[in-house]
C-alpha cells in the first residue's frame, strides 16, 4: 500500500446514531515522508479532517483516523495516494490534498473512472516534464489528460479555473520534451484588436504578447525559462496569432488554440484543417463567455456540434465543480451561471402604459 501498513481496523457502533463508525490507524515506514505528507503543522491533515468530516490525529509516522466508514475509508485513499507522491519526490500542496480528496469521493460516487481500481486505489492521470508532474484535481481534468493521450483532436470547454489551458500547454510541454512533435504552436483570436495587430508597437511577438500570457505561465510552469526563451528563438516554440495560420499545414506539431469561443465559423475551420501528419491539436474555451459581436456565431460552438460524432475527436465538459482555484472562484462561477439561466427582469424593457 505505497510504504505504509494497517496497523489496527476495528469498526465500532456510534452511541450517537445508527452510523457505523470506523477506526483505524495508518503508519508509514518513513518518517521524514510521513511528516512531509501531514504537512506543517498538520495543515494536510486538518483539511482532510474538515473536509471529509472525520478524525485524523496523528502520531509520529502514524495517523490514526475515525469517523463514518464512508468517509474514513476516502481518507484511508486519499492520504494513500498523497504518500505515494511523497515517496517520488512530489512537494505536497494544498491544491494536491483537495484534488486527492476529490478524486477518493469521486469513487463512491459511481462515476466511470478509469483512476480507479475496485474503490481501493487512486491512479491519476499525470502530466510529466523534467520540472514538474501535474496530476489530475477532479474526474474531469482525469479524463481530460487521458483524452489528450488518446486523441489527436481534444476540445476542453468550460469555465475558468477548471485547468483545460494549463493542462494543454503542460501536456504539449510534455510531448516536445519526450521528443513525440518537433514545436508547440500557440494560438488565440485577439478579438480586442480585430485580428488588426499592425498598429501596435514591437515585433509580432510583443503585438501579441498580451493575448498569449496564460499559455506563457503555464509554459514556464513546466520548463526551464532559459529552455523556453531558447526554444521561442529557435522558432520551437511558436507564438501564430489565429490570423496568421491560413495557408499552413502544422505537421509534428502540438497546436493549442486557447479562447476558442472568440473564432468565427471560418477562422474555426481553417484552424481545424491545419492538422497536419504526427499532429496534434487542443482547442479551449468557454461557450458562456463569447465576445463576438452580436450575431455571429462562435466557431467554438458551431464546431461541437457538427464535429461530436467524428472517430478521433475528444470533447471534454467542465463544469463548475471543476474549479480549481480559490473555491470563491467556484462560488462566483456558479452564480454567474444561475443569473444566466434566469433572466434578470430588472433588465428587461418597461410595459408602456395603454
Known sequence: MNGHELVSSSPRQSKTSATDVNHFVLTFENNRFASALFGQFDENLKLIEQTLHVEARPRGNSVAISGDVLATNQARRALDYLYGRVQTGASIEVSDVEGAIRMAVAADDQLQLPTMEKKAKLNLAQISTRKKTIAARTPTQDAYIRALERSELVFGVGPAGTGKTYLAVAYAAQLLERGAVDKIILSRPAVEAGERLGFLPGDMKEKVDPYLRPLYDALYDMMPGDKVERAITAGVIEIAPLAFMRGRTLANAAVILDEAQNTTSMQM????????????????????????????????????????????????????????????????VRAYEAQTAVPDQSLAPAPRNG
Open 269 to 332: 475551420k481553417m484552424f481545424l484543417t491545419r492538422l497536419g501528419e504526427n499532429g496534434r491539436m487542443i482547442v479551449t474555451g468557454d461557450p458562456s463567455q463569447v465576445d463576438l459581436p452580436r450575431g455571429v456565431t462562435s466557431g467554438l460552438v458551431e464546431a461541437l456540434q457538427i464535429l461530436k460524432e467524428i472517430e478521433g475527436v475528444s470533447v471534454v465538459r467542465f463544469k463548475d465543480v471543476d474549479v480549481v482555484r480559490h473555491p470563491m472562484v467556484a462560488r462566483i
